[in-house]
């Protein structure tokens, strides 16, 4: 009779998940003190015995990866993925998409799901404010993570990607050598890494030129085309008048351009303006933007391998593994010419 109870049984008495049951069983910090508790005391109610080593044991692998991003209609993060895809595919692994959108229950859900599922290991650019915690649970449950895009502290994970802090001074350099002194930063928010690191690769190249370092010029935030196409009146009306732009990222860079348009300038000649990541519409657009390659298909590429190797018992050392990033010069920057 006891071994007749499953996790489902519990699950449907309580009105919960069965993969909230099975980590509550497992002490799982993802589920409250109190939760955990109730779980238990209707499976003992039930007669429900948690076997932990038959659980724990794992005889064959899934062939199941996860992957989880931020916003796959993010380009940059589908470059990701296609490179992913195919190295995976050489291997006959499957993966399961999802986004977080930054929202840490949500990406908390999906490494839940993957764990119920069996999945094998997951690769993810973690969503704002992830508890170590979160990743450590697939760790210890025998789920390798490996990190793209963005690091974490706390944790010395194998993480790939682009040494975002040089890229950044990279097209703020090209700018300052084009005469530009009053340059303004568009898009990106403190609270990842990455936006850490490009401000401050920004930064670094502004004093290296002896160029006073004005947080007015920053704007924060845009992350996609909506969003500097809506910063082009901020940027415009800025009392500093910048005669250019460093932007978060390709979309930030186009948007803004087309709201520069919009207010009668030409982008490239009276405003210069730098993108990131070199997306396939940088080259495509109307100026061909000036941007800077960032390795996207080589992290997505390196991470996919990082994580087979680790199934199959060997790896690369945890911690930063950088893509050095390289610019890319086309019509969206002039040199500096004086104001009228």
Known sequence: ??????LSTIAETLGISTATVSLALRDSPLVAGNTREKIKEQARALGYIYNRRAASLRTSRSGIIGVVVHDIMNPFYGEILKAI????DRSRHTFILSNHYDNVEKQRTFIETLLQLGGDGVIMSPAIGTPPEDLQ?????GMPAILVARSMEGLE???YRGDDSYGISLATNHLIGLGHRSIAMIGGTDQTSTGRDRYQGYVNALRKAGIEVDPNLRIPGPRSKQGGFEAAVHFLSLPQKPT???????LVAIGLMNGIARAGLVPGRDISVTGYDDLEEASIATPALTTVWNGQTEVGRL???ALLDRLAGSHEPDGMHLIKPEMRIRQ??????PRA
């Open 332 to 337: 969206s920057t002039s040199p500096h010419r």
């Open 85 to 88: 895809e195919s190295e995976l």
């Open 137 to 141: 649970l697939a760790e210890e449950n």
């Open 303 to 305: 991470a996919a391998r």
């Open 1 to 6: 009779m006891v071994q007749k109870i499953k």
């Open 157 to 159: 994970l194998p993480t």
């Open 244 to 250: 250019a732009a460093v932007c978060w990222n390709d």
